[in-house]
């Protein structure tokens, strides 16, 4: 059974300041998914990884992928207070033949 | 249509009722995903369609749950005889073959059992 797990799930920073968020799992995939989910709100797509080495930027936002660690990490650049909201990875396991596995979602918050 | 369509967005109904979800995806979207998250938690599954091959129904929690979808269209989610575990925001999702680029989310209905 595919386990994904994301640390921290709480997560409090300054603006300004740089931060990382960890999403480990427990069987080989090559295809890695972060999402965004503002309150209240539905899920927003942030970056598709589909391969080992994968690397994707998008403002402050940065993921990457290390298919043969498992690890895919998503690093925060100089917070600002809109990064505010919570952040899921999700593995497929079987290319798209199985629903994806979500993470418990690492839900942040920048502060002033 | 443009989007993941799902409706209603909210519904309050009494326990021991029996409701109705339901999911427009995305034209030509072949798949089709229900998940449920409750307050604070993260995305449990709950059914996948996919084509005309029979569903993938071994994330539904109990057989009060049900759903079903008409070819590649419009997908209804029921769950019977409600109970005030079932309140939680239930997401539909759909992605074109092989989801290479991920899914796409409906807005989700908030279902609140009273």
């Known amino acids: 059974e595919l386990k994904v797990e994301q640390n921290p799930l709480f997560l409090s920073m300054q603006e300004g300041k740089n931060y990382t968020i960890y999403c480990n799992y427990s069987?080989?995939?090559?295809?890695l998914y972060w999402y965004r989910q503002d309150p209240g709100k539905s899920l927003e797509s942030l970056f598709v990884l589909l391969s080992n080495g994968a690397v994707k930027q998008e403002g402050r936002l940065m993921a990457s992928l290390d298919t043969k660690a498992r690890l895919s990490t998503l690093h925060i650049t100089a917070a600002v207070h809109d990064l505010s909201a919570t952040y899921f990875c999700a593995v497929d396991r079987n290319s798209g033949n199985t629903p994806l596995v979500f993470g418990k979602g690492t839900r942040l918050s920048v502060i002033a | 249509g443009a989007g993941v369509s799902q409706s209603p967005s909210n519904k309050v109904t009494e326990k021991g009722k029996d409701v109705e979800l339901r999911c427009d995806p995305i034209?030509?979207?072949?798949?089709l995903y229900w998940y449920r998250q409750r307050l604070g938690q993260g995305l449990e599954f709950l059914i996948y369609f996919q084509g005309n091959s029979a569903p993938d129904k071994s994330g539904l929690p109990s057989d009060r749950f049900s759903a079903e979808r008409t070819g590649e269209s419009v997908s209804t989610l029921t769950i019977q005889r409600t109970q005030q575990e079932d309140s939680a925001v239930y997401l539909c999702?759909?992605?074109?073959?092989?989801?290479?680029?991920?899914?796409?989310f409906g807005s989700g209905t908030r279902l609140t059992v009273v």
């Open positions: 999702a759909s992605s074109s073959q092989g989801a290479l680029y991920g899914y796409t």
């Open positions: 034209s030509g979207h072949t798949a």
């Open positions: 069987t080989t995939s090559d295809r």
